[in-house]
């Protein structure tokens, strides 16, 4: 017998094993969960799907679904399909005239899967005859997806452009390819009914269920009511599908109410146990007899489940509109912190904005959102260029130092196009598929204000060019330190990063001599800190004081000037020249910036 659970619904905030048959999985064992509550948020969004008062842009089009999802390649299983293979990385799929999918379509939407045969690597989907060595050379390849292990599977789910019918995936060493359509767009002269892509604006969530049933267990099914979320007039939903605290490797599947068994796809993959994995997911939905509208998650390995719904297709029950048409784009990265601006912070937020005329006739654009080298576990979220943040995430770290990608769909803002947040640090990339017709939204809000970065202890470098001054600063035992020709952060003065008066001593004559020359500074003379996490603060030398061997007295020349300050100690004569035990040299300067390397 069925189990059904009723919660309230939150409106707050992975890879594909596919070497079994999802059509040996049975619904099983399922969960109901239902929704409420988003009815409003979808209500007042419908008076954003009035016709766009610009001409119909060129190459606009409307969004098909599939009755569910559609393989058309696993290079496991040559054998089955019908493809173009260029090498292990490399393979061109004829898509227009198969799969569902006419001759006239311009582009498809569809799951990608990848399971790696290398170390790092990454896939890219391009439309058929793609000049990929060019692009290559150029750097100009945008990914889909990324992996680092052996073995590791890798699903994200993609908006490609069709050229010549087909579209062509490349991957940087070889990998087994898996491709899955969702359903495809197809050219319109005006206004129409079905096919227009209408955003929630701000995600709504329709189900955690960290707050509810808790794990949804392996072999079982979830039942998701959607009804408040989207209207009756959808023909298909878009969302946002994480799981977390992962038992194990594994996958799941978002697909129809209507489907007695899970399709031969995967929507999420997970590889590891205690992963947290975000996907985007797109599902058709249709309204029951009870008048409620449904969707399914079939989980192979046990999880908790977190589905916020981004927006839905609009049925031929919808108004006559332009709003909503897909412009398919050439793949092209519109920004990568890598390129310069560095890594971002925890709690930093990246403005963007979209090429083209999406900047200016779009109300979302169509986006691979890629977070990599990420400083901690966290989450990235994008939204609309100076509007509130929604409280959902797009893709999640499960740990430091990962690269992830998730398919995104952000809301438009005029003028300044869209915003990206992380939550714990991260480079952030964002690749541009094309644009939804319609008006930019108004920004109301002012521009994005970082908090500084969290302070970071020793080991540090210090670098004086005026006086050809390298040191490594260290903490730990004084004598130790100094003694091993470092320089002493001194126990108990303040951090980089913090506003504080920060201390260090090393010696002049023995053990390197690190300061034998600390007496030639003068007032503005600049020195460096750098940290481990690629920091660099920048002071300016603006005073020089004579003290006794106290502590208590030389810790108090280190706070005459205010602010946020860096002295050098060491030992001298009252002359400034080295060196006495009886007396301290203390050079202080003022923070005058910083930036960060990476």
Known sequence: MDETTTIPSRAAESEHNDSMSFGAFRLGRRRFLRGVGATAGATALASLTASPAHALAGGASRFVPLPQAVRAIDTRQPERFVFDRFGDNHVR??????????ATATAIVATVTAVNLAGPNWLTVVPGGAPITDLLNQNR????????????????MTQVKLSGGAVELFSLSP???????????????????????ISLGIAQRAVDTRQTIGYLGSGETLVVDVTDFVPGEASSLMLNLTATECVGPGY???????????????????????????????????????GRRYIKIFALTAAKLIVDVTGYFTSE?????QTGLFVPADPVRIFDTRDGGGRLWPGWTIQGTIPGEGATGGSAA??????????????????????PLPGTSNLNFSAGGQVVPNHAITPIT??????????????????????????PQVPVLGPPVNPPPPPIGPTWTLEIPAIGLWSSVR???????????????????????EDAHVAMFAHRTTHGGAYRNLHLLGTGDLLTIETLDGRVYTYSVVRRDLTDYRTANILAATQFVPGTTLSLIACTQPNFLPTSTAWRIVVTAALVGWHQLY
């Open 317 to 321: 029950r919808s108004q006559l509109s």
């Open 175 to 197: 990998c087994h390819m898996i491709f899955d359509v969702l359903g495809y767009y197809e050219p319109v002269a005006g206004s129409v009914r079905g096919g227009r892509f």
């Open 414 to 439: 005029a003028g300044f196009g869209y915003q990206v947040f992380s939550s714990g640090g991260a480079d952030v990339i964002v690749d541009y598929l094309g644009y939804y017709t319609g008006v």
């Open 252 to 290: 799941f599947t978002v697909f129809p109410y209507e489907s007695v068994s899970v399709p031969e796809a995967s929507s999420l993959n997970v590889n590891a146990p205690g992963a947290t994995r975000a996907s985007s997911a797109l599902v058709p939905v249709a309204t029951q007899p009870d």
């Open 475 to 497: 903490a730990g035992n004084s004598i130790v330190v100094t003694n091993s020709g470092y320089s002493w952060h001194w126990t108990g003065t303040g951090y980089m990063g």
């Open 366 to 387: 169509v986006v691979n959102l890629t977070g990599a080298n990420s400083r901690a576990p966290g989450f990235l979220t994008i939204a609309g260029a100076r509007l």
């Open 93 to 102: 799929i004829p898509i227009a005239g198969s799969f569902g999918v006419p």
């Open 141 to 156: 390849l945008v990914s889909a997806l990324n992996m680092i292990h052996y073995i590791e599977a890798t699903a994200n």
